[in-house]
């Protein structure tokens, strides 16, 4: 119980700490009037505009009303369309939900059964042709990877409509782009996790009793296997992240992620703010469960944990 | 030949591309066969030499009339020199703060542990957005100082690594029986066993760190005109791709075959040092 | 001792081998099995025997169809009346489970961390598992069933390891060195459960071994193989008292023994004794050289508890003299061993060199030209990126004795004291042997001419030849330079060979300590005889009970 406790007061500082990074990071740089106005302004303009926004209060100050407002779930008004922050993004929310679920589910369904695939002709033709194709896949830039797709279906061939929602045709492009770079990482981590596990001495010992091929890969090497990939799991959230920022640029989605990038050229930084603190706190909780989840499934950290707690050492059973 | 043996074909293909791109990088300004500033209006959007153009622009203008090949060169040369310095920059400092965390432990190695991990929060796409948002205006050296700061994460957690393995293998404990000081120690034996895969791993980040130029720039955000990229090239012709579709498809080409095969010689080198 | 070898003398044999050959690599490769040929009976328990590289783990992997893919194997075998050829490796597989079983060295790692050991059992067989561990010696199997691999110490690994093989009753059970990595009063235990199961369920036991002692205590037909070759066979009595091949002789020349006590290994068994008499008391001068007063380390656990590695343990080491310490894992002898060259910091006391207390945190060099120490691992030892002759030359280098060319001369000169050939010195260690890297780690530790030399497990890794090489280089080294060591060790043999004194260790504390011939005719401590009662013994050796008897982990 202690331990989860720690974890989550980490967690919780972690968080605070992004929040004040961006923060101030952003409020240092820059003043939002000037960008908003550029140079041909008079001064009682732009005055005004400051008073309004809060932005003539000292730094510290602004952080502390922002804290405030962080509390009461208000991330602050839109520089550029004077909306609510969350709200904008609660609007585009549901369109990145639903380009990283299919993508999450295909790299998963995809990669694994593919990493496993080659591990088990390790060195033969098809291991080659699997790493070949994951190092491509992953050495070509998302941008360009969704430009090529859409140039030879949108334009060359004419078959789907290059950007915006018009049915769940749209959805193919974008979904493939993402899903090709996160099934590669997933084939390869599979991979090489497989073949570590196939060489670990409780294989042979297993083979040695005269137990099938088929029962020591389903019983000794699969979990063995999907322990790490949690952990993998939980960092490829945040390459999913990456990925649907700039696939939706390509693909002129009404995402968070485009919302982000257009927050970011015009200098708004409420909702520069607000998107980030967002991701942020999903890479959080992503990372917690995880560690979560091992805590179940592994029983020498479950044991760790219990045992880092006591405060006389227990004699191992000799 | 035995070179074929020992080197597969693909391997020296990628060889062959890296030395192109090394040219062209070095010697853009010579090489371009216009000046890329050079606007010419009635000559807009003409197609590349093979496809029905001219050998006067053999990849063909851009919207302004602009010859694709000299600005692509131009391009390879500001993307490489971007993604060299904030390789070698990143590899160096996180390298550096990595030893310096294994080494030294206690406070130091917390501290260095809390960045490591603070960085981890968000993907690092998001965390150089935010520090992009945060530029008055994007200058180059700010620029490469955030590609710095994209990298850097992963040199420290495998320096630091390296460092705390090595702290307690017999030969270095050996040598702290001999006599040896602790700087003699990491940079005498420490760091020449350590230096194969560090630069493994440079040469692995270095595609990477294209991409995330190529990426910020081609989204707008990244190198500004008058400058350019390939990122910021591709950016441009994406406009085009109904029209004129080779404007953003030649950096692209570049990009693409640059990237693999990079990454295919950093794969083969990281074989090469796994064996030993 | 073997059992009556009546009860299977007119049995068909169980397994015949003939023209086994293995070879990795293509025809212009040296195979790694050549024309090996054995045969084993119900009931009868085999040893094979050989240093690295003689091929004994391979013949055992071709056995049991475990070589890859890329390995060319060649002859035949006959099992239980089955004729087959070994290069058909799934007919071999076939075979697994209730016809042939394997167990492996490291015990640990045989086990599947995310599985229960019931669970482990329960694939293999349906039967009661409680009763299956039983067999192999657990005295109270049940809370074992829920347990995980890394809950439970190494014997307990190996016994469940060894029931994973029994599961299936095998007729024929290949021992690949398991009891290698356990200590002494644990194989014993190991061994004599071994010796059981042949005996009571008539099966055949291949024990692959390099440690000669174990094959006279426990097998009743052995095998001696080198460089992949057959080199000698026979009943294990015949074999150990009246070798007929000269590998066999010169390997158990090397063995240290009782008998061989004070003299050079290497020697013919029946050769003359060197004028050299053992050396009893040869230690120049009073005062200790090195002094532990004291000493008391404690370690932080994870949850911040203290653990006492070592307790107040009080040690001296005389000029000239060798001292050997003596316990099993956990014993602390390291850990006491470390505090004089300051790889640890004690809690309480401290170390006195020449009459000087060592200050570590305020260390002298003068202090590293004393007192020197050489780690058992010597993979690990040397830095993988240098080359020898700059490694050797380094504690020169670092304490500016004479000029470069000066320190270049002295450290080849050091090499070649520990005979090691000269086009050696400016190889990096990756491509040398094991025993190589070892001398090459004495010459370094020799550089600057200490007055102290710390041996921690330095024999421990090495082939028994190399072994008997590194020990006579000691002895030299004691009686012309007047080096006092401390001799770290488990293997109770060589310490009996080597070692002046005797300090026993068990759990942190200083259990006995006295001249060697003393304590090992007349062990005072409960504990140390228990030590001695575990160690397998050849044939002819005085001393201990030839007969070991089960030892409960102290």
């Known amino acids: 119980m202690t331990w989860l406790v720690i974890r989550f007061g980490r967690a919780v500082l972690t968080l605070l700490l992004l929040v004040a990074f961006v923060f101030f990071t952003l409020a240092a740089n820059g003043d939002p009037a000037l960008a908003k106005f550029g140079d041909d302004i008079d001064a009682q303009t732009l005055e005004a505009f400051r008073t309004k926004w809060g932005l003539n209060y000292p730094l510290w100050k602004q952080f502390l009303i922002y804290l405030d407002g962080l509390v009461h779930f208000d991330l602050g008004l839109s520089f550029r369309t004077g909306r609510p922050a969350w709200e904008l993004i609660f609007d585009r929310l549901p369109a990145t939900l639903s380009l990283m679920a299919p993508t999450a589910f295909f790299s998963v369904a995809i990669g694994v059964p593919v990493g496993i695939y080659a591990a088990m002709h390790h060195g033969g033709r098809a291991d080659r042709l699997t790493i070949l194709a994951a190092v491509v896949a992953l050495a070509i830039p998302s941008f360009l990877l969704g430009l090529l797709i859409m140039f030879v279906f949108s334009v060359w061939l004419g078959w789907l409509d290059p950007s915006g929602i018009?049915?769940?045709?749209?959805?193919?492009?974008?979904?493939?782009?993402?899903?090709?770079?996160?099934?590669?990482?997933?084939?390869?981590?599979?991979?090489?996790?497989?073949?570590?596990?196939?060489?670990?001495?409780?294989?042979?010992?297993?083979?040695?009793?005269?137990?099938?091929?088929?029962?020591?890969?389903?019983?000794?090497?699969?979990?063995?296997?999907?322990?790490?990939?949690?952990?993998?799991?939980?960092?490829?959230?945040?390459?999913?992240?990456?990925?649907?920022?700039?696939?939706?640029?390509?693909?002129?989605?009404?995402?968070?992620?485009?919302?982000?990038?257009?927050?970011?050229?015009?200098?708004?930084?409420?909702?520069?703010?607000?998107?980030?603190?967002?991701?942020?706190?999903?890479?959080?909780?992503?990372?917690?469960?995880?560690?979560?989840?091992?805590?179940?499934?592994?029983?020498?950290?479950?044991?760790?944990?219990?045992?880092?707690?006591?405060?006389?050492?227990?004699?191992?059973?000799? | 030949m035995t070179i074929f043996r020992t080197y597969p074909p693909l391997i020296l293909a990628s060889f062959a591309v890296v030395a192109v791109l090394f040219i062209c990088a070095a010697f853009a300004g010579p090489l371009a066969p216009h000046d890329i500033a050079q606007v010419d209006l009635l000559n807009r959007f003409r197609p590349p030499a093979l496809l029905g153009g001219e050998w006067r622009n053999p990849l063909?203008?851009?919207?302004?009339?602009?010859?694709?090949?000299?600005?692509?060169?131009?391009?390879?040369?500001?993307?490489?020199?971007?993604?060299?310095?904030?390789?070698?920059?990143?590899?160096?400092?996180?390298?550096?703060?990595?030893?310096?965390?294994?080494?030294?432990?206690?406070?130091?190695?917390?501290?260095?542990?809390?960045?490591?991990?603070?960085?981890?929060?968000?993907?690092?796409?998001?965390?150089?957005?935010?520090?992009?948002?945060?530029?008055?205006?994007?200058?180059?050296?700010?620029?490469?100082?955030?590609?710095?700061?994209?990298?850097?994460?992963?040199?420290?957690?495998?320096?630091?690594?390296?460092?705390?393995?090595?702290?307690?293998?017999?030969?270095?404990?050996?040598?702290q029986v001999l006599g040896a000081g602790a700087a003699r120690i990491v940079t005498r034996s420490i760091l020449p066993n350590a230096m194969a895969v560090l630069l493994v791993n440079m040469s692995i980040n270095f595609p990477r760190t294209i991409l995330v130029?190529?990426?910020?720039?081609?989204?707008?955000?990244?190198?500004?005109?008058?400058?350019?990229?390939?990122?910021?090239?591709?950016?441009?012709?994406?406009?085009?791709?109904?029209?004129?579709?080779?404007?953003?498809?030649?950096?692209?080409?570049?990009?693409?075959?640059?990237?693999?095969?990079?990454?295919?010689?950093?794969?083969?080198?990281?074989?090469?040092?796994?064996?030993? | 001792m073997a059992a009556d070898s009546g009860r299977y003398e007119d049995a068909q044999p169980?397994?015949?081998?003939?023209?086994?050959?293995?070879?990795?690599?293509?025809?212009?490769?040296?195979?790694?099995?050549?024309?090996?040929?054995?045969?084993?009976?119900?009931?009868?328990?085999?040893?094979?025997?050989?240093?690295?590289?003689?091929?004994?783990?391979?013949?055992?992997?071709?056995?049991?169809?475990?070589?890859?893919?890329?390995?060319?194997?060649?002859?035949?075998?006959?099992?239980?009346?089955?004729?087959l050829a070994l290069c058909d490796r799934r007919a071999v597989a076939r075979l697994r489970g209730p016809g042939l079983s394997m167990i492996f060295q490291d015990p640990m790692?045989?086990?599947?961390?995310?599985?229960?050991?019931?669970?482990?059992?329960?694939?293999?067989?349906?039967?009661?598992?409680?009763?299956?561990?039983?067999?192999?010696?657990?005295?109270?199997?049940?809370?074992?069933?829920?347990?995980?691999?890394?809950?439970?110490?190494?014997?307990?690994?190996?016994?469940?390891?060894?029931?994973?093989?029994?599961?299936?009753?095998?007729?024929?059970?290949?021992?690949?060195?398991?009891?290698?990595?356990?200590?002494?009063?644990?194989?014993?235990?190991?061994?004599?459960q071994i010796r059981r199961l042949a005996t009571e369920q008539g099966m055949a036991v291949i024990f692959v071994t390099h440690d000669l002692a174990v094959v006279h205590q426990l097998c009743d037909r052995v095998l001696v193989m080198h460089r992949g070759r057959v080199v000698e066979q026979g009943p294990v009595d015949a074999v150990l008292r009246a070798p007929q091949h000269d590998y066999t002789r010169r390997l158990l020349a090397a063995i240290p023994r009782p008998a061989m006590r004070g003299r050079r290994l290497g020697l013919l068994p029946d050769a003359a004794p060197a004028p050299a008499a053992p050396a009893s008391v040869r230690v120049l001068g009073e005062a200790p050289v090195l002094k532990f007063d004291d000493i008391h380390v404690q370690y932080k656990r994870g949850d911040g508890s203290l653990v006492d590695a070592v307790k107040?343990?009080?040690?001296?080491?005389?000029?000239?003299?060798?001292?050997?310490?003596?316990?099993?894992?956990?014993?602390?002898?390291?850990?006491?061993?470390?505090?004089?060259?300051?790889l640890v910091t004690p809690a309480r006391g401290q170390v006195v060199l020449k009459g000087e207390p060592l200050d570590w945190n305020?260390?002298?060099?003068?202090?590293?030209?004393?007192?020197?120490?050489?780690?058992?691992?010597?993979?690990?030892?040397?830095?993988?990126?240098?080359?020898?002759?700059?490694?050797?030359?380094?504690?020169?280098?670092?304490?500016?004795?004479?000029?470069?060319?000066?320190?270049?001369?002295?450290?080849?000169?050091?090499?070649?004291?520990?005979?090691?050939?000269?086009?050696?010195?400016?190889?990096?260690?990756?491509?040398?042997?094991?025993?190589?890297?070892?001398?090459?780690?004495?010459?370094?530790?020799?550089?600057?001419?200490?007055?102290?030399?710390?041996?921690?497990?330095?024999?421990?890794?090495?082939?028994?030849?190399?072994?008997?090489?590194?020990?006579?280089?000691?002895?030299?080294?004691?009686?012309?330079?007047?080096?006092?060591?401390?001799?770290?060790?488990?293997?109770?043999?060589?310490?009996?060979?080597?070692?002046?004194?005797?300090?026993?260790?068990?759990?942190?504390?200083?259990?006995?300590q006295r001249g060697t011939e003393a304590l090992f005719a007349e062990p005072a401590h409960p504990y140390t005889r228990a030590l001695l009662s575990a160690i397998p013994h050849l044939p002819d050796q005085t001393g201990a009970a030839a007969h070991p008897k089960e030892v409960e982990p102290a």
């Open chain 1, 166 to 318: 018009t049915g769940w045709t749209s959805y193919i492009m974008p979904v493939a782009t993402m899903a090709i770079a996160a099934s590669a990482i997933f084939a390869r981590f599979t991979r090489s996790a497989m073949v570590e596990v196939m060489s670990h001495p409780m294989i042979e010992t297993a083979q040695a009793s005269g137990l099938t091929r088929r029962l020591i890969q389903r019983v000794h090497a699969l979990p063995n296997v999907l322990l790490p990939l949690i952990t993998i799991a939980a960092l490829e959230f945040g390459n999913l992240i990456t990925y649907a920022v700039i696939v939706e640029s390509v693909f002129g989605w009404p995402g968070v992620g485009r919302l982000l990038i257009e927050s970011v050229a015009g200098r708004d930084y409420a909702v520069v703010q607000a998107a980030i603190m967002m991701t942020g706190v999903t890479m959080i909780l992503a990372n917690f469960l995880a560690d979560l989840a091992y805590g179940f499934v592994d029983p020498r950290i479950a044991d760790a944990r219990r045992l880092r707690l006591r405060r006389t050492p227990r004699e191992a059973r000799a």
């Open chain 2, 60 to 175: 063909g203008t851009d919207s302004l009339g602009r010859d694709i090949l000299s600005l692509t060169l131009r391009g390879i040369q500001v993307s490489m020199m971007i993604a060299a310095i904030g390789t070698i920059g990143g590899a160096v400092f996180g390298s550096a703060l990595g030893f310096l965390a294994a080494w030294v432990g206690g406070w130091v190695d917390n501290l260095i542990g809390i960045l490591i991990d603070f960085q981890a929060t968000v993907p690092n796409l998001i965390l150089a957005l935010a520090l992009l948002a945060a530029l008055p205006e994007a200058s180059f050296a700010l620029f490469v100082l955030i590609m710095i700061i994209y990298g850097w994460e992963q040199y420290a957690r495998l320096a630091r690594a390296i460092g705390l393995s090595a702290k307690s293998q017999p030969y270095v404990q050996a040598q």
């Open chain 2, 213 to 276: 130029e190529s990426t910020l720039s081609f989204l707008g955000i990244g190198i500004q005109p008058p400058d350019t990229s390939l990122g910021v090239l591709i950016g441009q012709g994406r406009d085009q791709l109904y029209n004129a579709p080779w404007v953003a498809l030649a950096p692209g080409a570049v990009i693409l075959v640059a990237t693999i095969s990079i990454s295919l010689l950093g794969d083969w080198a990281r074989d090469l040092v796994d064996k030993d």
């Open chain 3, 14 to 83: 169980l397994l015949t081998v003939e023209g086994l050959g293995i070879r990795f690599g293509g025809p212009a490769e040296t195979p790694a099995c050549d024309d090996v040929a054995f045969s084993v009976r119900a009931g009868e328990i085999l040893g094979l025997v050989g240093e690295s590289g003689s091929g004994k783990s391979v013949t055992c992997r071709a056995l049991m169809g475990l070589l890859p893919d890329a390995a060319g194997v060649s002859g035949r075998m006959r099992f239980g009346g089955e004729e």
């Open chain 3, 109 to 192: 790692s045989a086990l599947d961390p995310l599985m229960t050991v019931g669970r482990h059992i329960a694939l293999r067989t349906d039967a009661d598992p409680v009763g299956i561990l039983h067999q192999v010696g657990l005295t109270d199997p049940a809370p074992l069933l829920d347990s995980y691999a890394h809950q439970l110490s190494g014997g307990q690994c190996q016994r469940i390891a060894i029931a994973c093989a029994l599961a299936r009753k095998p007729k024929l059970l290949i021992a690949d060195e398991p009891t290698t990595a356990l200590d002494v009063t644990v194989q014993a235990g190991i061994l004599d």
């Open chain 3, 312 to 342: 107040d343990v009080s040690l001296s080491l005389r000029r000239g003299e060798i001292l050997g310490l003596v316990g099993e894992s956990g014993s602390g002898k390291s850990t006491l061993a470390k505090t004089a060259v300051g």
């Open chain 3, 362 to 512: 305020r260390p002298q060099m003068r202090w590293r030209r004393d007192v020197q120490y050489i780690f058992q691992d010597p993979r690990g030892a040397l830095d993988p990126a240098a080359r020898l002759l700059n490694q050797v030359r380094l504690p020169l280098d670092l304490h500016r004795v004479g000029t470069r060319a000066e320190r270049d001369a002295r450290a080849r000169e050091l090499l070649g004291e520990t005979r090691l050939e000269e086009h050696l010195f400016l190889r990096k260690p990756g491509s040398l042997s094991g025993g190589q890297r070892q001398r090459a780690t004495v010459a370094r530790a020799l550089a600057l001419q200490p007055e102290v030399l710390i041996c921690d497990e330095s024999v421990s890794a090495l082939d028994v030849s190399i072994q008997a090489r590194v020990l006579n280089l000691l002895m030299d080294l004691r009686e012309t330079h007047g080096i006092a060591i401390l001799f770290i060790s488990h293997d109770l043999s060589v310490i009996h060979h080597l070692c002046d004194r005797v300090a026993v260790m068990r759990r942190g504390e200083l259990v006995e």
